[in-house]
């Protein structure tokens, strides 16, 4: 009986320590998180505080006669979903026009050409916007208040990829011919990307429908 008794106090004793070394790391753990969590705040706190100095400097210059002409807006902006939308129907109404004319002279049948440019006008019409929207989200490629050549390039280039695509599915199931769909989708990509590239440009210097982000406000 004594030894059974010992044995069991022992187990006891084991399990406690046990329990504790688990409670024990579970401390630890929740601790650095909070401290991580801190550093953080701390971190956003000091920067928040840099940006209340810079204000705080600003007001102080004008109030003692600085001119507000010295204070350089912020070329950042964001284009609105209005805009998006004109750009979209607008492009589809030009793309349209050159769909059409392909489609016609190498499938011989209005019916067809039709048909392909109406798919192709309620289905790049929504996807145009959709892709207009997500690339409004990044300023890459945007400076001086404007897209630069290269986000004109590059916006081209990856709304004629899906292009493509589309205008041969839409040929070959209107067409029911895979070469004349080919013919059509290839003649729209090479003078396509050239014109929407174009258009893109043309777009950059249009003030209508942009939002600047201005650094901060008096």
């Known amino acids: 009986m004594p030894v059974l008794k010992m ?9 406690a320590a046990l329990n504790t070394d688990v409670a024990a790391k579970q401390l630890e753990l929740e601790l650095s998180k909070q401290q991580k969590e801190q550093e953080k ?3 956003k706190l ?3 505080k840099k940006k209340i100095g810079v204000l ?11 001119s507000l002409g010295a204070f350089q807006p ?13 750009k979209a129907i607008m492009w589809r ?7 059409f004319y392909t489609a016609f002279s190498f499938s011989k ?26 690339m409004n989200k990044s300023q890459a490629g945007r400076k001086g208040g404007g897209d630069a050549v290269g986000r004109s390039l590059a916006k081209a280039l990856i709304w004629r990829l899906f292009a493509i695509c589309n205008t041969l599915a839409a040929g070959m199931f209107f067409a029911k011919d895979i070469k004349i769909a080919s013919k059509i989708a290839g003649s729209d990509a090479i003078f396509k990307t ?6 893109e440009r043309v777009w950059a210097k249009v003030e209508w429908g942009k939002e600047y982000k201005p650094d901060f406000y008096i």
Do not use: C, H, P, Q
């Open 7 to 15: 044995t069991e106090t022992l187990d006891s004793v084991w399990n």
């Open 41 to 43: 705040i701390v971190a």
């Open 46 to 48: 000091e920067e928040t």
């Open 56 to 66: 705080i400097k600003k007001k102080t210059e004008y109030l003692n006669g600085a």
């Open 74 to 86: 912020s070329l950042n902006f964001e284009e609105t979903a209005l805009r998006s939308i004109v």
């Open 93 to 99: 109404i030009i793309a349209g026009s050159v769909t």
């Open 109 to 134: 049948s209005l019916k067809t050409a039709l048909s392909i440019v109406g798919s192709d006008f309620l289905s790049k019409a929504v996807t145009m916007f959709i892709g207009e929207r997500l």
């Open 194 to 199: 050239f014109l929407m590239f174009n258009y």
